[in-house]
Every structure is written in structure tokens, then in C-alpha cells.
């Protein structure tokens, strides 16, 4: 079993920037697949960036291209998301995955994941 907990996020003007942290505990943290959703108000969870093994390939959403970057530090257990060049647009709740093994195939869907965190709110002003 992996908690997942996030922090990190809250209010921010637009062109701001924001670091997500994901912190992971109960399980060897290098194993697993790590990623990021985020959901609008009534919209359907979508995929933000993810990153398939410890030390591999990231892969982002053409909306995180460019401002998004996903790191993980396995010796603290935790995956960060810095998000620069906020926009409106940005605003959602963003979720921390995790999925056991390797990510192999799309990172995309969030149905491969097995674990998830709370969520937490991240609100761009414009």
C-alpha cells in the first residue's frame, strides 16, 4: 500500500509560478510509476505529466509543454511539479499517482494508476 499527500498548492496571479510536491510513504518509492492529473469544475479529470520509472522519461500535456516540469527525489520520497507561467486556465484540483512498476505504454490514462493522493487546489487569478 503508498499514501500519497500533496502540498504546495493555493492561490497564485496569472504568470506566477507554483511547486507541487507529492510525498510518498509505505512503499519503495523508486518502484513506481509517478504521475499528475488535475480536474476542473465539471470537467473530467485529464493527465498533466508523468514519468514512467525512477530516472526516466517524462512525458507532459501539450497545456504543460514548456511551463510544467516534473522531477522526483527518490531519497525523499517525494515527486514535485514546478509549474511556471500560471494561467486561468491552470486552475484545478491536482491529484498525485502512482502506479506499481514501471509506467509501460500510455501515461495518460488515469485508470493504469493505482494509487492516488486527496487532491489539492490550485487557483490562478487573472
Known amino acids: 500500500q503508498v499514501q500519497l499527500a500533496e502540498s504546495g498548492g493555493g492561490l497564485v496571479q496569472a504568470g506566477g509560478s507554483l511547486r507541487l510536491s507529492c510525498a510518498a510513504s509505505?512503499?519503495?518509492?523508486?518502484?513506481?510509476?509517478m504521475g499528475w492529473f488535475r480536474q476542473a469544475p465539471g470537467a473530467e479529470r485529464e493527465f498533466v505529466a508523468a514519468?514512467?520509472?525512477?530516472?526516466?522519461?517524462?512525458y507532459y500535456a501539450d497545456s504543460a509543454k514548456g511551463r510544467f516540469t516534473l522531477f522526483r527525489v527518490n531519497a525523499e520520497n517525494t515527486l514535485y511539479l514546478q509549474m511556471n507561467s500560471l494561467k486561468a486556465e491552470d486552475t484545478a484540483v491536482y491529484y498525485c499517482?502512482?502506479?506499481?512498476?514501471?509506467?509501460?505504454?500510455?501515461?495518460?490514462?488515469?485508470?493504469?494508476?493505482?494509487?492516488w493522493g486527496q487532491g489539492i487546489q490550485v487557483t490562478v487569478s487573472s
Open positions: 499517482a502512482a502506479k506499481r512498476g514501471a509506467i509501460e505504454g500510455d501515461p495518460t490514462g488515469p485508470d493504469i494508476y493505482d494509487y
Open positions: 509505505g512503499r519503495t518509492f523508486s518502484n513506481y510509476g
Open positions: 514519468v514512467r520509472w525512477e530516472g526516466g522519461p517524462s
